[in-house]
């Protein structure tokens, strides 16, 4: 009779365990899918990684940056900005042909206002997880060289570029433009391995607290 009551706890905590560890992971999942819904990166993508394509990389980002910032430093939201790129993607790329014309270069330019995955980087204090992120997206030539970027919005370009990057600036412009799940997740993860060990972490207290629940009931019986 005891061995019979045994294994049907067993079996009871077994699924728990199961469906509480995939309830987590599916929340940690939806919560790493949304974090970059309140955010618009600015992503340009130099033709090599020579020194004068490097530097015409910047000029580009610059020129950029002078075109749209007028209209975007006292954008609302993000859907307010994602306006202006988007109706204002043919004067962008206008604006980077000019530069490169002016250096004496004949590249292509592509601008784009689109979804793209980026690995894990480091903003001043604050680290972006690897994802897929919204991003004004400047491909110039071949596209093959270091790329730069920065967060368009909340409206960060602006201030870092010309001031320099102020990490107390960054975060209370994120602090106000993310929710508290994402600002969380912005200033908690150190490195790209930080989430996963958090999630194995969160599994085995899980794992711990059941045992302990399954113990007791074992005890009673």
């Not at 939806?30 to 618009?40: D, F, S």
């Not at 430093?73 to 004067?91: F, G, M, P, W, Y």
């Not at 490169?100 to 972006?128: C, M, Q, W």
Request: hydrophobic share 35%; aromatic share 10%; glycine share 4%.
């Amino acid at each position: 009779m005891y061995k019979k009551w045994t294994n049907k706890l067993t079996a009871i905590f077994l699924v728990f365990l199961v469906l509480i560890s995939v309830l987590y992971m599916k929340e940690e999942t939806e919560a790493l899918e949304k974090r970059g819904e309140n955010l618009i990166r600015f992503h340009v993508l130099a033709n090599s990684d020579s020194p004068e394509d490097q530097e015409l990389k910047l000029k580009v980002r610059d020129r950029i940056i002078d075109v749209v910032s007028k209209d975007l430093e006292n954008s609302k939201n993000v859907d307010e900005t994602r306006n202006i790129l988007a109706t204002s993607l043919d004067k962008i790329k206008e604006a980077a042909e000019e530069e490169i014309y002016e250096n004496g270069k004949d590249y292509d330019v592509n601008v784009s206002l689109g979804e793209h995955g980026f690995p894990t980087k480091r903003y001043g204090n604050a680290v972006f997880p690897a994802g897929r992120y919204e991003a004004l997206r400047v491909e110039i030539g071949n596209a093959r060289g270091q790329n730069w970027w920065c967060v368009m919005f909340p409206p960060l370009c602006f201030v870092d570029v010309k001031h320099g990057l102020t990490d107390e600036k960054t975060k209370k412009e994120l602090e106000k433009s993310l929710t508290a799940g994402e600002y969380y997740m912005v200033y908690s993860s150190v490195n790209e391995n930080e989430l996963p060990l958090q999630l194995k972490s969160k599994i085995f207290e899980l794992f711990q607290s059941s045992k302990k629940q399954f113990n007791r009931l074992t005890s009673i019986f």
